[in-house]
């Protein structure tokens, strides 16, 4: 999210009134903003370059505010002001006009043919009679700068140009031409510069540098004139120095030159709805004509407004509210959206203004309407959709492969998802017009050009930089690549790979054999033709001739295993043998990767149970208890109906996390469908429901959940049971006695027990503290460590273990008491030696 800065009494004045931190933090949230920081321009210069930058900065308390990324209209100050007041009821959205110049034709702005080859789209508007104060220009140029950095993506769609309007005459070119023939004195400088020679100059600038590369592999460089020759700029590097505004500008003409004519409109709209209100017609813009080669004549500003028609009922359903269609519409109107009901059933129809350049769908709308009804205002429902979570097939086995592929003894890698062309072709002696792969269009680096279509050279690369561990290096990954596939609406698909590779002075064939052979016993497929697996010779250029094989599993190909050919151990910088094994593992699933899951998907039993016969099934379907009261009270009155619903409140079933026949008893002994009202006993009633046509094959019940019903007694029965004691004691005293011996031995046994020492819970933790490089003093490093005291904390033995690069790491054990120390008291304790220590790591914990 951008962020915007401005001075904090610039903002209360702006606003009409003061507010304490939290109140303005509150009014940010309440906005569908967040107040991120509270600084200073001293602060930040002292965090950022050290105090001795900072002396001299200004101490003016400053607000960092996060924004949405789309809402371009609240990138400065004025926009930001504008959207909180009429938020706040202060201020009546206001309304952005164009308007003809009073004398004269309208500016005008054109363009040749020769900017097709560069930036072919450009859009101008004038500000007339326009005051500057200080605070008014930076936060003009400060706009610029935003704009730039987020829609215009940082220039390279569209390039912001301002110019004091005074100083040039129209009609204004817009053409291209070679960098030698385009010759001016750019902003802030004291001489003339041809366009190549700017080129230069600016590579080494901090700031101008970075937008270079846009234009400096063209033949032609976009160049604005005017009528006199006069270099208004060379978008989207520099303007020129002759038309630069200052304070006294009173006119001001914004051009915008763009490879995107729909963004180039919008930052235009931006630019002058922001500052239009210091005209002297407040909220107007001066319109001007651009002509395109072919002749066709536009007129910008466009400040376009449009209406949309949604119902009150789809914003209430989707906010989850119940408001009248006025109210909505006012909500709409604090957000920007002049809003009024139509007086047809509950529709409203909302103007959007050229500033809401973020509205694009309902959904936006309900959006807007939502934060100003405020998420905290929202009534907690719970949703009466239920759902069974389960994981992800293709993610559960690949997380069983990799628990038990490094059981085996080899180390899982994780690679990026992008290499270069080289790596998946002319390094695996393969072409790339053979591969099957997909190309980024615009690839930032030639690390990242394509995106991988084998896990292969991942793994070679990652040996490469680790060739001075120890050997064997043995390492493996399991993830995805990218395949084109005509078949799918985006022209690819991803397919989950495994690969393996094994590097040491021999080429270790049968290491990488027997690692197929264990992960197909892990899969449960023998070693067979037809049903089973078998390995078949193949030739791949990758893999040494005659040692190289396809994997086949029930007689489809899933992949390849053999010695890697020399040629491309060289290549990838190796010095020794290497084999590899690289397979698909979707196959093993029995059904594609992307078949969505299902209740029906089979889950693992906890308890083994019998399976009734067709008989007992049909008697167990029809069987109800005949008792209501259960152990969570009588489910025929309110009462119980409540608690049962409060214990199901976090629960998805009576036992467990499957469906049993607990569920099914409780079930039965409801004797109606609950009340809505209690919604977690109606979600769970209506779940258990589905299940009556299966109710015979759930698991059984764990416990016993339904009492037995009591029959009444009737007043012979009482009188009678009064009368008679068939088992009564004929000497009450032996009961007084056998009650007080009872007493006595229970006291003494509590007495026996309370001498015993308690059992004192201890822990044996061996800690990784590695440090930032291998010029840390190891030693220092431990005692530090061992500095660390604590209350049932003892410190064992240590050693160095070589990590990589020259760098070790310190390995220490410790004995701990469990109820007064713990593991992240120790890494806190540790980490704060911050000038030695880069993390802590738990790499071993046994209870003693």
């Avoid at 704009?147 to 769609?157: A, E, G, T, Y």
């Avoid at 264990?518 to 497929?525: A, F």
């Avoid at 809505?676 to 299966?694: E, G, K, V």
């Avoid at 291998?774 to 530090?784: A, I």
Wanted: proline letters at 5%; glycine letters at 4%.
């Amino acid at each position: 999210m951008p962020t915007v800065g401005v001075k904090r009494d610039l903002l209360f004045k702006a606003l009409g009134r003061s507010y304490t931190d939290e109140e303005f933090d509150e009014l940010c949230f309440e906005f569908g903003l967040e107040l991120d920081e509270i600084t200073s321009e001293k602060e930040i210069i002292s965090r950022e370059q050290g105090d001795t930058k900072a002396s001299g900065a200004s101490d003016v308390i400053l607000y960092k505010i996060d924004v949405p990324a789309n809402r371009y209209d609240l990138l400065c100050l004025e926009g930001l002001v504008r959207g909180l007041q009429v938020f706040k009821d202060k201020l009546e959205v206001p309304r952005y006009k164009r308007v003809s110049p009073l004398s004269g034709e309208p500016q005008k702005l054109i363009i040749t043919k020769e900017t097709e080859a560069v930036r072919p789209h450009a859009v101008a508007a004038v500000l007339r009679n326009i005051t500057f104060t200080q605070e008014r220009y930076d936060s003009f140029i400060e706009l610029q700068e935003k704009l730039h950095q987020n829609i215009c993506r940082k220039r390279s769609l569209v390039a912001i140009g301002t110019h004091d309007l005074d100083t040039i005459s129209g009609p204004f070119t817009y053409t291209a031409k070679r960098p030698g023939d385009i010759s001016f004195k750019p902003l802030n400088q004291t001489k003339e510069y041809t366009a190549t020679q700017l080129m230069s100059l600016y590579k080494t600038d901090s700031h101008l540098r970075h937008y270079l590369h846009i234009i400096e592999d063209k033949p032609v460089y976009p160049v604005i004139y005017d009528s006199n020759g006069v270099v208004l700029s060379m978008p989207p590097i520099i303007n020129g120095d002759h038309s630069k505004i200052s304070l006294k500008t009173k006119n001001v003409f914004i051009e915008c030159t763009a490879t995107d004519q729909t963004k180039a409109k919008t930052v235009l709209d931006m630019m002058v709805t922001m500052f239009s209100e210091y005209c002297a017609q407040p909220f107007t813009v001066e319109e001007a004509e651009v002509v395109y080669p072919d002749g066709k004549t536009c007129i910008y500003p466009e400040l376009a407004y449009r209406k949309e028609k949604l119902s009150g009922k789809f914003i209430n359903q989707k906010v989850g509210i119940n408001e009248s269609t006025e109210k909505i519409a006012q909500l709409l109107t604090r957000m920007c959206l002049l809003s009024q009901a139509t007086g047809v059933g509950d529709e409203i129809e909302v103007e959007i203004p050229p500033t809401r350049s973020d509205i694009i769908h309902a959904c936006d709308i309900m959006e807007d309407a939502a934060i100003a009804y405020g998420f905290n205002n929202i009534t907690r429902t719970t949703p009466r959709t239920y759902t069974v979570a389960n994981q992800f097939p293709l993610n559960k086995l690949t997380e069983l492969l990799r628990q038990d592929l490094a059981a085996a003894g080899f180390t899982e890698a994780l690679n990026f998802a992008l290499c270069s062309q080289e790596d998946i072709a002319d390094k695996l002696g393969k072409k790339i017009s053979e591969m099957r792969a997909v190309h980024i269009s615009n690839p930032k680096t030639a690390e990242f050009q394509v995106a991988r279509t084998t896990l292969l050279p991942g793994l070679l690369k990652t040996i490469a930089a680790n060739r001075k561990m120890p050997l064997p290096l043995k390492l493996f990954e399991i993830s995805d690549v990218v395949l084109k596939d005509e078949t799918k609406d985006v022209g690819a698909r991803n397919s989950r790979r495994f690969c393996a590779v094994y590097y040491n002075k021999s080429p270790g064939f049968e290491v990488i054999h027997g690692l197929l052979d264990r992960t197909m016993q892990l899969l449960e497929v023998k070693p067979a033709r037809g049903e089973g697996y078998h390995i078949q010779t193949a030739d791949d250029s990758t893999f040494f001739p005659g040692r190289c094989a396809d994997i086949f599993v029930r007689g489809k190909n899933v992949g390849r295993l053999g010695v890697l050919h020399p040629d491309v151990i060289n290549r990838f910088e190796l010095t020794m043998p290497c084999s590899a094994l690289e397979m698909d593992i979707e196959p093993f699933l029995g059904h594609t990767a992307e078949t969505p899951l299902t209740r029906d998907v089979p889950m693992r039993e906890v308890v083994k149970h019998r399976f009734p016969t067709r008989d007992e099934s049909q008697q167990s379907a029809h069987s109800c208890p005949t008792s209501t009261k259960t152990v969570f009270g009588d489910v025929s009155t309110q009462v119980g109906l409540e608690a049962l619903s409060d214990f199901l409140a976090d629960k998805s079933y009576i036992e467990g996390f499957v469906a049993s026949q607990a569920d099914m008893i409780v079930f039965d002994a409801i004797p109606s469908p609950p009340s809505p009202t209690l919604c977690h006993l109606w979600r769970w009633y209506n779940h258990i429901n589905s299940f009556q046509t299966d109710r015979a094959r759930l698991p059984s019940a764990k416990s016993r959940y339904v009492l037995p019903a009591t029959p009444p007694a009737t007043p012979n029965d009482a009188s009678d049971e009064e009368d008679i004691d068939l088992f009564g004691s004929d000497d009450e005293a032996e009961s007084t006695e056998a009650a007080r011996i009872k007493e006595q031995r229970l006291a003494e046994y509590a007495a026996k027990k309370s001498k015993k020492p308690a059992l004192i819970a201890k822990s044996s933790i061996l800690l990784d503290v590695k440090p930032w490089d291998d010029e840390t003093d190891m030693s220092k490093l431990e005692e530090c460590v061992r500095s660390v005291s604590m209350d049932g904390l003892l410190w064992g033995q240590s050693k160095l273990v070589p990590v990589g690069y020259g760098i070790k790491k310190l390995q220490i054990g410790c004995v701990v008491e469990d109820d007064k120390v713990g593991t992240d008291m120790l890494e806190e304790a540790i980490t704060a030696f911050e000038e030695y220590v880069q993390s802590v790591d738990v790499a071993a914990f046994n209870k003693i």
